[in-house]
């Protein structure tokens, strides 16, 4: 759509979900298609969440020539990533940043096709992630 105030044209990232407790998606694949935005970054955008549960997502971010993650966690508490799959394309599969962000959890996750499967900005603590059986 050309039209400027088409959702399209607005829209940063395919999900957005802030300010929510107790979150849970399932099942979840993230597929970019035409016509393209110059602002679309990631796939799912968590902010100022606890208590979240991703279970079976796949995805990679917006635009495969850039260094956005497919999925980013923002001051997030108590989550879990699981049984998810970056697809082809992915440069970074996980940003985590906040100086909230603790208690994150990726079990079991296939990063394979991502260049990096997952980053911690500097004000993130390094026990603020646990990671296991992902490959």
């Not at 599969?93 to 260049?115: C, E, S």
């Amino acid at each position: 759509s050309d039209d400027p105030t088409s959702p399209l044209k607005k829209a940063v990232h395919a999900m957005k979900f802030r300010w929510a407790r107790n979150l849970k998606l399932k099942d979840v694949e993230v597929v970019w298609e035409k016509p393209a935005s110059d602002k679309w970054e990631s796939a799912l955008y968590f902010e100022d969440v606890k208590g979240l549960e991703v279970i079976g997502f796949a995805g990679r971010q917006a635009r495969p020539d850039t260094e956005n993650p497919a999925v980013v966690l923002n001051r997030v508490e108590d989550s879990v990533i699981r049984d998810s799959k970056a697809l082809p394309g992915t440069s970074l599969f996980l940003r985590v940043m906040g100086d909230t962000t603790r208690g994150i959890h990726l079990i079991g996750n296939d990063f394979r096709q991502a260049k990096k499967p997952y980053h911690l900005d500097e004000k993130v603590s390094r026990e603020a992630v646990k990671a296991s059986d992902n490959f």
